[in-house]
T-cell receptor, first 112, second 113 residues
Framework: GESVGLHLPTLSVQEGDNSIINCAYS??????FIWYKQESGKGPQFIID?????DKRQGQRVTVLLNKTVKHLSLQIAATQPGDSAVYFC???????????FGTGTRLQVTL | DAGVIQSPRHEVTEMGQEVTLRCKPI?????LFWYRQTMMRGLELLIY????????DSGMPEDRFSAKMPNASFSTLKIQPSEPRDSAVYFC???????????FGQGTRLTVV
């Protein structure tokens, strides 16, 4: 399905290279942050989350960094693969209800 | 588990008609969310339920929109009457309360002509 706003930033990365997707968030009181991946015609898919009391968290091929001083979040994907091509959203949440506010998204294009 | 199931996948309707979107959350999940996605506004939370009770409907755009969750395995989002500006992809998501991971359905693409 349609993914994001008219001026969706696009990151083009060669297969095998590392990707870094950035996100600025707005609410300094957010308790946690999540990265979602959305492929064309599908719903967003959870990738990784990080609590506000952490500054780094690693998953399988992905790392999320949180800089609360400048309200910045990044997602690093190691050894980017064609299957990583999608739109990536950061989301912030407060409290326990999983109520999320999504960013506008970044399109990742992986070239061969 | 089949994941979150939404129906229909696509809906085309005429302005003024009633539209009902359906969602079956993942079994055992007790939080359910309805989101709308458009090119202009991105992903917006419309309403969410905990244990079948609506907790926050501040994202519902107008009185034309209503949502219900009669039981733990079913929810509906209704638009009556529909307008062309309601055209969007509507997603349902579910999660376990206090768990940050929400699972999204495939979405319903609504076109109002």
């Amino acid at each position: 399905g349609e993914s994001v706003g008219l001026h969706l930033p696009t990151l083009s990365v060669q297969e095998g290279d590392n990707s870094i997707i950035n996100c600025a968030y707005s609410n300094s009181a957010s308790d946690y942050f999540i990265w979602y991946k959305q492929e064309s015609g599908k719903g967003p898919q959870f990738i990784i989350d990080i609590r506000s009391n952490m500054d780094k968290r690693q998953g399988q091929r992905v790392t999320v960094l949180l800089n609360k001083t400048v309200k910045h979040l990044s997602l690093q994907i190691a050894a980017t693969q064609p299957g990583d091509s999608a739109v990536y959203f950061c989301a912030e949440g407060t409290g326990t209800a999983s109520k999320l506010t999504f960013g506008t998204g970044t399109r990742l294009q992986v070239t061969l | 588990d089949a994941g979150v199931i939404q129906s229909p996948r696509h809906e085309v309707t005429e302005m003024g008609q009633e539209v009902t979107l359906r969602c079956k959350p993942i079994s055992g999940h007790n939080s359910l969310f309805w989101y709308r996605q458009t090119m202009m506004r991105g992903l917006e939370l419309l309403i969410y339920f905990n244990n079948n009770v609506p907790i926050d409907d501040s994202g519902m755009p107008e009185d034309r929109f209503s949502a219900k969750m009669p039981n733990a395995s079913f929810s509906t989002l209704k638009i009556q009457p529909s307008e062309p500006r309601d055209s969007a992809v509507y997603f349902c998501a579910s999660s376990v309360f206090r768990n940050t991971e929400a699972f999204f359905g495939q979405g319903t693409r609504l076109t109002v002509v």
